[in-house]
């Protein structure tokens, strides 16, 4: 009988258990399979534990990062590592916003704007100190990238027309200077990978790496 791999997926933010894409890799990758999946908390660092903590529950094969998850993904040692595209920077732009969440109605109107979807998905609330958290949770979790000496396997996907990607939340210059030339595919579509590019391109992937 085949042994499961295990992969533990990190939801981007507001994302969760109930994601798009670990959904449909459920289906095309099969019962051989398990895609680990679980809604982590909007605080950075009550998402790391959370997390450090499922991974050495589960003892994945394959780590994979979407979105803002890609913080939290990396910070995992030990493991390979894919990502859809990475926001990287998501957490220096969460800084600017903390100085704006000193004025009334600012925190209510971004929990409004991005009020996550109907199920198990991540509650989001935009409070300052939980804002300003972020950097320091960015800086710890890139001490694991090759430009400091991690052995770790990393390999990014980004889309062409990722709208993140012309406020540089996703940048492609940052994620080449941690990991390297290399160590990415760009493909045409969105922020949110499309069906056709997670069949042709991720599973691909997926199945290079633990197969």
């Given at each position: 009988?085949?042994?499961?791999?295990?992969?533990?997926?990190?939801?981007?933010?507001?994302?969760?258990?109930?994601?798009?894409?670990?959904s449909i890799l459920k289906d095309i990758l099969g019962p051989e399979y398990s895609i680990v999946i679980r809604t982590y908390d909007f605080d950075p660092e009550v998402a790391s534990e959370q997390l450090?903590?499922?991974?050495?529950?589960?003892?994945?094969?394959?780590?994979?990062?979407?979105?803002?998850?890609a913080i939290h993904a990396v910070a995992l040692r030990g493991y390979p590592h894919l990502f859809v595209s990475p926001s990287l920077n998501a957490p220096v732009f969460f800084r600017a916003l903390a100085s704006l969440a000193?004025?009334?109605?600012?925190t209510r109107?971004?929990?409004?704007?991005y009020h996550p979807k109907p199920g198990d998905r991540q509650a989001l609330h935009f409070a300052r100190k939980t804002l300003l958290k972020w950097p320091g949770i960015r800086k710890k979790a890139l001490l694991n990238t090759p430009l400091n000496g991690s052995e770790d396997?990393?390999?990014?996907?980004?889309?062409?027309?990722?709208?993140?990607?012309?406020s540089g939340v996703v940048l492609i210059r940052t994620w080449r200077?941690?990991?390297?030339?290399?160590?990415?595919?760009?493909?045409?579509?969105s922020h949110f990978m499309e069906e056709e590019y997670i069949r042709s391109l991720l599973v691909p992937k997926i199945l290079s790496l633990l197969d």
């Open positions: 009988m085949k042994e499961v791999k295990t992969i533990l997926y990190v939801h981007g933010m507001g994302g969760g258990a109930e994601s798009r894409i670990p450090a903590s499922w991974a050495a529950e589960v003892s994945p094969d394959l780590v994979i990062g979407e979105s803002m998850g000193w004025i009334p109605g600012v109107f971004f929990d409004w704007y396997y990393f390999y990014a996907f980004f889309g062409t027309r990722d709208k993140f990607r012309r200077k941690y990991f390297g030339e290399g160590s990415w595919t760009v493909y045409d579509g």
